[in-house]
């Protein structure tokens, strides 16, 4: 109950900041170009970076925690609550962003259920203004007054935490809660919801910050998946070429997770590999300009600042070279004979299952599709950019290889699923979420975008 509790807590923080990682990228390619010490310093040009650290990005994961909670009303009173804790702060107030936006959310979604039905006709959109900026306001001078320095102390006390491990050498340490974590599916949330907010405010400080690569460095994932190349057997070393793909270049870190649980002593060389990279990065003094999203080396190169390069290489390649020979020999020495790769993707599932607060038993086949008139598919997921675009291409592949034409497949944040929609396919904790974005639409969950089975009959059930 606690662990689910966790992870669903870990999950909507990084569901705020994950639609808006395109504004973070912005902000670190303006920082590293036109800042004094950039590529190409211009004073003027160099003024929009401070506006854009306090305002823009915090008032963004606001609107979003905000829309979560009650669509776009909610994302609006979220964003005046949001500026009442930018104001009520001296530091950039991404924390206090986490929990403002939603609040306000809530609120205007609580007095919204409270008055349904009891408005006089005509007087709708009277009320409605009126309510979200009265509230909102409300909402802003209290967070002001108090959220603001709170989150203020709480995100200085988790910079304080950090620092001391930086002070004391300890940084590298950091994996060894850090690996563990992803394979649990708290990846997003600990980079996201942690190690962003920590690592915003010292590239604002130092032109860089090593926080983002403590769990976006695809290093350890690499030398895994390779030593798998080498070493492995049957279908998981048949498979992990591929894997090297998707995960170093794609970023899609999700892909290795199956070859830990499949040897769980595995993640005594991940936990090595992160520290190693850690560490290197320390030493070197690496780090990015802007988080790297997903966790490629072509997204990770893109964020490297000036004179950070040869310090950000050596992070990538000495952790994935420790986490290689780690992995060596720990399955020449405690790897299964007969390991089986299916049932740890299972064990996959059923972690991210349980990381999205559902029972990993839940199964919805797609039912009664052979009578329906498919045109667009719709993938939905938080932030409609990870899991869902990956499915949303597995699908297409396999719709187009089996001939099947005039099907559109997109992919979509839950709860911006276009209203024309045929089809909506959605993880099973998503799917109340999905039949309210657009309840015409036939509905398909699933446990895993990756390997699920519901691809087929869909596929099958479109090409009758």
């Known amino acids: 109950m606690v662990k689910q509790s966790v992870q669903k807590f870990g999950r909507t923080l990084s569901a705020?900041?994950?639609?808006?990682i395109g504004a973070f990228i912005a902000w670190g390619l303006i920082t590293a170009l036109f800042i004094p010490t950039g590529w190409t310093p211009n004073a003027k040009l160099g003024d929009m970076v401070g506006p854009m650290l306090t305002y823009l990005l915090?008032?963004?994961?606001?609107?979003?925690?905000?829309?979560?909670i009650h669509g776009v009303r909610g994302g609006v009173v979220g964003a005046i609550a949001t500026i009442g804790v930018i104001m009520g702060a001296s530091i950039p107030m991404f924390m206090g962003a986490m929990i403002a936006g939603p609040l306000g959310g809530w609120v205007i979604k609580k007095f919204d259920d409270a008055?349904?039905?009891?408005?006089p006709a005509g007087f709708e959109m009277l009320v409605n203004n009126f309510s979200a900026g009265i509230l909102g306001g409300i909402l802003s001078v209290i967070c002001y007054l108090g959220i603001g320095p709170?989150?203020?102390?709480?995100?200085?006390?988790?910079?304080?935490?950090?620092?001391?491990?930086?002070?004391?050498?300890?940084?590298?340490?950091?994996?060894?809660?850090?690996?563990?974590?992803?394979?649990l599916f708290l990846n997003n949330a600990i980079n996201h919801g942690v190690f962003?907010?920590?690592?915003t405010q010292q590239s604002q400080e130092i032109g860089r910050s090593i926080y983002y690569m403590i769990e976006s460095n695809p290093g350890p994932g690499l030398g895994l998946l390779l030593a798998y190349c080498l070493v492995g057997k049957g279908a998981a070393k048949s498979s992990a070429p591929g894997a090297v793909i998707i995960h170093f270049l794609g970023g899609i870190h999700e892909i290795y997770f199956p070859y830990v649980l499949m040897n769980p002593i595995l993640i005594l060389a991940m936990m090595g590999g992160g520290f190693a990279g850690v560490l290197t990065l320390s030493i070197f003094g690496g780090g990015l300009i802007a988080p790297a999203s997903p966790g490629s080396i072509f997204a990770e190169l893109m964020m490297t600042p000036k004179g950070a390069y040869v310090a950000n290489i050596l992070g990538i390649l000495i952790g994935g070279a420790v986490s290689f020979l780690l992995s060596m020999v720990l399955l020449k020495v405690f790897g299964k004979d007969d390991a089986d790769l299916e049932a740890a993707q299972a064990k996959t599932k059923a972690s991210k299952a349980e990381s999205k607060g559902v029972s990993a038993t839940e199964v919805k086949a797609a039912a009664g599709l052979e009578n329906a008139t498919v045109k667009k598919i719709v993938f939905a997921c938080d932030a409609g950019m990870g899991s869902s675009a990956m499915g949303a291409t597995k699908l297409r592949k396999k719709i187009q290889s089996a001939?099947?034409?005039?099907?559109?497949?997109?992919?979509?944040?839950?709860?911006?699923?276009?209203?024309?929609?045929?089809?909506?396919?959605?993880?099973?904790?998503?799917k109340e979420r999905a039949r309210n974005a657009c309840p015409t639409a036939r509905?398909?969950?699933?446990?895993?975008?990756?390997?699920?089975?519901?691809?087929?009959?869909?596929?099958?059930?479109?090409?009758?």
């Open 16 to 20: 705020m900041v994950m639609p808006n």
């Open 58 to 68: 915090p008032l963004l994961i606001g609107y979003t925690g905000g829309k979560m």
């Open 115 to 119: 008055v349904e039905g009891k408005i």
């Open 150 to 183: 709170i989150a203020e102390s709480i995100t200085n006390a988790f910079g304080a935490g950090v620092g001391w491990l930086v002070d004391h050498k300890l940084l590298p340490f950091a994996s060894i809660i850090v690996e563990p974590a992803k394979v």
């Open 196 to 199: 962003t907010p920590l690592g």
């Open 403 to 430: 001939g099947v034409a005039d099907v559109t497949v997109i992919h979509s944040p839950v709860s911006e699923v276009p209203k024309d929609a045929d089809l909506i396919v959605c993880h099973k904790e998503l």
């Open 443 to 464: 509905l398909v969950a699933i446990t895993d975008f990756l390997n699920a089975p519901e691809y087929d009959e869909i596929v099958n059930s479109l090409k009758k």
